[in-house]
């Protein structure tokens, strides 16, 4: 699992597992990582009942809900206490409600068992099945692997880390936001899912 950190409190998280070539089911390679996969498709499943991007929610006083105007609600599995973790051990396990009070996208990235992401019902994992190899496993069940997953961040055009699932965040002492990295093709690559603050 990888975590970087940098100043300005900002991290990336996801899985990282480095012989290339598949272990199992079908190739996770630059080219599936590159189309339409069912990482993307499933977090496209979602956009339509996220909160909007210019929108920023407000953060409960016990770090468990952040409430937008608009009524997305979204919960977090642990309280949040800011500023966040940058050591590496900051782990995700949050659900999203849209406006309309229906479950919109869940996620978790529980460090050592890969991620999970579940939109309108349809859940892909990406995990780390043993030694440095990496898999995705999408919502009909086909599996997807590869051995060596440091050959895929040389994948071309593929973006940050090789185009590999996985989430973004800042925080500071008062607000803190998030994104899901690798969710679409072309320069602008992270969906936002939230972004929270305490009230003023």
């Not at 630059?30 to 499933?42: E, F, I, Q, S, V």
């Not at 043993?130 to 961040?153: E, Q």
Request: proline share 6%.
């Amino acid at each position: 699992m990888r975590h970087l950190c940098g100043a300005v409190l900002f991290c990336v998280a996801g899985s990282l597992a480095c012989s290339s070539g598949s272990s199992g089911g079908k190739s996770l390679d630059c080219a599936y990582l590159a189309g339409d996969n069912c990482w993307k498709t499933t977090a496209a499943l979602a956009t339509s009942c996220l909160p909007p991007a210019s929108e920023v929610g407000t953060l409960s006083a016990d770090g468990k809900t952040c409430t937008y105007a608009s009524g997305a609600v979204v919960t977090f599995a642990s309280p949040l206490s800011l500023p966040l973790p940058v050591d590496g051990t900051q782990s995700w396990n949050f659900t999203v409600t849209g406006a309309d009070g229906q479950a919109c996208l869940a996620y978790r990235d529980d460090q050592q068992a890969g991620l999970t992401l579940t939109a309108q019902g349809q859940t892909v994992k990406e995990t780390e099945p043993g030694g440095l190899s990496i898999a995705m496993v999408c919502p009909d069940g086909t599996t997807y692997s590869n051995s060596n997953a440091f050959t895929l961040f040389s994948c071309p055009d593929a973006g940050l880390f090789g185009g590999l699932p996985g989430d973004a965040w800042s925080s500071t002492d008062t607000r803190v936001n998030l994104g899901l990295l690798a969710t679409s093709s072309g320069s602008d690559q992270t969906l936002p899912v939230f972004d929270c603050q305490k009230p003023l």
